[in-house]
């Protein structure tokens, strides 16, 4: 069974820096694209990042795209997503997921695989 676990969310104060990790359990770490995606209630799931298999390939969400870093560690099966100069709007559930391949505009039915979810709160 595939397992995939966020960590690192938390409260967090605007101008700060988020750091996500997302450990795999269950599949084949290495054959698997990673998304990070983030979800406000009432609105839809977004993508914020995808790195593919071997850093293939890797795409950001305009949103955090410049301030934000994604990337994998494949001998400890997890992704890590850190994002700089927090912003309120940044609040959110957010979500790591597997899939096949990443795409640049991040949809979610390329992801098979889905965490629970940790939740990042940023105040201003």
């Known amino acids: 069974q595939v397992h995939l676990v966020e960590s690192g969310g938390g409260l967090l104060q605007a101008g700060e820096s988020l750091r996500l990790s997302c450990t795999a359990s269950g599949l084949i770490f290495d054959e698997w694209a990673v998304g990070w995606f983030r979800q406000v209630p009432g609105k839809e799931r977004e993508g914020v990042a995808c790195?593919?298999?071997?850093?293939?390939?890797?795409y950001y969400a305009g949103s955090v795209k410049g301030r934000s870093a994604i990337r994998r560690d494949d001998s400890k099966l997890t992704s890590y997503l850190q994002i700089d100069s927090l912003r309120p709007e940044d609040t959110a559930m957010y979500y790591c997921?597997?899939?096949?391949?990443?795409?640049?505009?991040?949809?979610?039915?390329?992801?098979?695989?889905w965490g629970q979810g940790t939740q990042v709160t940023v105040s201003s």
């Open positions: 790195i593919a298999i071997r850093n293939l390939d890797i």
């Open positions: 997921a597997a899939g096949t391949f990443c795409t640049p505009g991040l949809h979610l039915e390329d992801m098979n695989y």
